[in-house]
């Protein structure tokens, strides 16, 4: 008695329509990860960085020279500051609403990036007669196209030039809850 071949196994073709499709989106995936890192983030990263340095220097530029009194001590609240920045808003585009806060140890500034809240962190020291940002960091979505050592040389850069205006050099360097204080001797 003959029994008839079996039938070759069926393919089942829903599955491998699956895999092809996991497959391009893994591809996808990998080819948006490597697009990011290769070509969108560095220029994120520069276009942020100019228009950062462009803030800046507008802003100190504005500032003139540096009034100091007679003792040589400059105070500063980030509620001034805090003024100064929310009354040139379009300055600091693509960020909005940046609010900086002194404490003790830090200076803080928060800001919006494409709608997300995102905040720089540094100490401050005196370096050379200088200023000199810290341990500077940032935190949140920006941190992926702000680096915070290029944010801690455009400061140290303009506040450098606002002294050499001013024909002054830093002796000393004091953070406390809402307040600056900067220690000031002819250069």
């Known amino acids: 008695m003959d029994f008839p071949a079996p039938a070759p196994p069926r ?10 499709l996991a497959a391009i989106g893994i591809f996808c995936v990998v ?11 560095p220029y994120a990263r520069d276009l942020a960085h100019d228009r950062l340095e462009a803030a800046a220097a507008t802003q100190v530029v504005a500032i003139g020279t540096l009034p100091v009194p007679p003792s040589g001590r400059v105070t500063i609240t980030d509620e001034q500051v ?19 806060t002194f404490t003790p140890n830090w200076v803080q500034v928060a800001f919006d990036l494409y709608g997300t809240r995102s905040t720089y962190t540094a100490g401050l020291a005196v370096e050379n007669g200088s200023l000199a940002v810290v341990d500077g960091r940032v ?5 992926q196209v702000l680096v915070a050592e290029d944010a801690a040389a455009i400061v140290e850069q303009q506040l450098a030039a ?10 000393g360097v004091r953070l406390g809850d809402g307040t600056l204080a900067i220690e000031t001797a002819p250069a």
């Open 11 to 20: 393919r089942n073709r829903l599955g491998g329509c699956l895999m092809g």
């Open 31 to 41: 080819a948006g990860i490597l697009g990011w890192q290769l070509l969108a983030r």
């Open 82 to 100: 805090n003024r100064a920045l929310q009354a040139n808003p379009d300055r600091y585009d693509p960020l909005e609403d940046p609010t900086l």
């Open 139 to 143: 935190d949140g979505p920006a941190g």
């Open 162 to 171: 606002l002294l050499a205006r001013s024909d002054r050099r830093v002796t």
